[in-house]
């Protein structure tokens, strides 16, 4: 974890500075090796960030926040950071939530996020046609406590029914070439699996 750290600040600077980089004239050929540079960078810090967040929930040092947050925004939100991806896709963001759900709640917003990028991001990466739609109903209500539901769906791939539990596995993915293809540990579901239980 402590290495993680200080891997993924020259990530960010490197990140950052394409970024700037991108903004300069270029021939083709060298747009796309900046192009390729972001991409790879990219890439390389979402499996250092899954790195940090799978030893952390390994050593127990994960906490859950209590705080006021707004359920709407954060889902509509994260829509938003998300459609970028969708629209490169030629694919549909759809985002349905129940009406009964209060404006503001109390829980971990910075978890539920967590939880919502990874399963709306793997949902777009394995959609090349339709849609990935998000959904959040109620389930209860008692005076002082609300149950949610959350859905993605969407018209993608799909998973073989006898890789339904060990996608669930840290280091695993559906099929062997799935990382060739789509990129990623197989660490994204893991960790989602274990922060929701």
Same mark, same amino acid.
């Given at each position: 974890?402590?290495? *993680?750290? /200080?891997?993924?600040?020259?990530?960010?600077?490197?990140?950052?500075?394409?970024?700037?980089?991108s903004?300069?004239?270029? *021939?083709?050929?060298?747009?796309?090796?900046?192009?390729?540079?972001?991409?790879?960078?990219?890439?390389?810090?979402? @499996?250092?960030?899954?790195?940090?967040?799978?030893?952390? #929930?390994?050593?127990?040092?994960v906490?859950?926040?209590?705080? $006021?947050?707004?359920?709407?925004? #954060?889902?509509?939100? #994260?829509? /938003?950071?998300?459609?970028?991806?969708?629209m /490169?896709?030629?694919?549909?963001?759809?985002?349905?939530?129940?009406?009964? @759900?209060?404006?503001?709640?109390v829980?971990?917003?910075? $978890?539920?996020?967590?939880?919502?990028?990874?399963?709306?991001?793997?949902? @777009?990466?394995?959609?090349?046609?339709?849609?990935?739609?998000?959904?959040?109903?109620? #389930?209860?209500?008692?005076?002082?406590?609300?149950?949610?539901?959350?859905?993605?769906?969407?018209?993608?791939?799909?998973?073989?029914?006898?890789?339904?539990?060990?996608?669930?596995?840290?280091?695993?993915?559906?099929?062997?070439?799935?990382? $060739?293809?789509?990129?990623?540990?197989?660490?994204?579901?893991?960790?989602? $699996?274990?922060? @929701?239980?």
């Amino acid at each position: 974890a402590n290495m *993680s750290h /200080e891997i993924r600040t020259p990530m960010n600077a490197i990140i950052g500075f394409t970024n700037l980089l991108s903004k300069s004239e270029f *021939s083709l050929e060298e747009k796309q090796y900046l192009n390729a540079i972001q991409t790879s960078g990219e890439n390389l810090l979402v @499996i250092i960030n899954d790195i940090l967040d799978f030893s952390k #929930l390994e050593s127990g040092k994960v906490t859950f926040e209590n705080i $006021r947050f707004k359920l709407h925004e #954060l889902v509509l939100m #994260l829509a /938003e950071f998300m459609r970028p991806k969708t629209m /490169e896709k030629n694919i549909n963001l759809v985002v349905e939530i129940d009406d009964d @759900i209060p404006e503001t709640l109390v829980g971990d917003p910075t $978890r539920l996020n967590q939880i919502l990028i990874n399963l709306v991001g793997n949902a @777009i990466k394995f959609t090349n046609k339709g849609e990935v739609k998000i959904t959040v109903s109620v #389930l209860d209500e008692t005076d002082n406590k609300i149950s949610l539901k959350f859905g993605v769906k969407d018209t993608g791939i799909g998973i073989p029914e006898e890789s339904l539990t060990k996608i669930f596995e840290s280091f695993t993915q559906a099929a062997n070439d799935t990382s $060739r293809k789509y990129g990623g540990t197989g660490l994204g579901l893991s960790i989602t $699996r274990q922060l @929701i239980e």
